[in-house]
């Protein structure tokens, strides 16, 4: 699994740690039905890997896989925004 090495802003380098946990505690729904929207892959154990401006990276099945936001994020409350937005666009892509 190779992630980008592009520099992340120091305001997500503070939030990452504690939206990937959120997001694979709580949301994990919301990571899975994205993957599956952007994608075509189905794993219920997909988990939120790390984090980019424009999105995250996501792993499955031994795999990693950049999911996209519309937007480029700025701070911590459009980036919450823009993976709101995931949920509620991919929420027809949820596994049962």
């Known amino acids: 699994m190779s992630i980008s090495t ?4 120091y305001w997500l380098q503070q939030a990452s740690g504690g ?3 959120h997001m694979n505690d709580d949301h994990s729904n919301s990571i899975v039905s ?3 929207a952007q994608y075509k892959v189905k794993d219920i154990k997909a988990k939120m890997e790390s984090l980019k401006t424009n999105g995250y990276y996501a792993s499955s099945k ?3 896989y950049f999911l996209a936001f519309d937007n480029s994020c700025k701070n911590a409350k459009e980036y ?3 993976l709101v937005k995931h949920a509620k666009m991919y929420r027809n ?3 049962n």
């Open 80 to 82: 919450k925004d823009e």
């Open 6 to 9: 592009e520099k992340i802003p």
């Open 62 to 64: 031994g795999k990693l």
């Open 93 to 95: 892509y949820e596994l």
């Open 34 to 36: 994205t993957l599956h």
């Open 19 to 21: 939206i990937i946990k």
